[in-house]
């Protein structure tokens, strides 16, 4: 069975950063693009990043360009995101998810299995 959690999420200050973990078990997924996505109270889950099978490519949604970095360890199993100067915009509950392809997407539709999501409070 497909298990993501996810991990790293907290009550932060604009300006911090924070860096969520999720961590794959089950099956490899060495092979397929994952991504980040978030959502937001009242909201719908919206596109944050990509990163491909190998991780050589890479896709941002721009409200986070140049601030959010993502990158996998095959290894471990494991995508990461990196958030630097955060903003209240940035605070919502935050998922990964698998992919279907080897290359990353922004569609929620192209994801098969997803993960229960860590919070994260952005205070002004």
């Known amino acids: 069975q497909v298990h993501l959690v996810e991990s790293g999420g907290g009550l932060v200050q604009a300006g911090d950063s924070l860096r969520l973990s999720c961590a794959a078990s089950g099956r490899t997924f060495s092979f397929s693009a994952m991504g980040w996505f978030r959502q937001a109270s009242g909201k719908e889950r919206e596109f944050v990043a990509a990163i491909s099978w190998l991780g050589t490519s890479t896709d941002y949604a721009d409200s986070v360009k140049g601030r959010f970095t993502i990158w996998r360890d095959n290894a471990k199993n494991t995508v990461y995101l990196q958030m630097n100067s955060l903003k209240p915009e940035d605070t919502a509950d935050y998922y990964c998810?698998?992919?279907?392809?080897?290359?990353?997407?922004?569609?929620?539709?192209?994801?098969?299995?997803w993960g229960q999501g860590t919070q994260v409070t952005v205070s002004s």
């Open positions: 998810a698998v992919g279907r392809t080897r290359w990353g997407t922004t569609s929620l539709s192209a994801y098969d299995f």
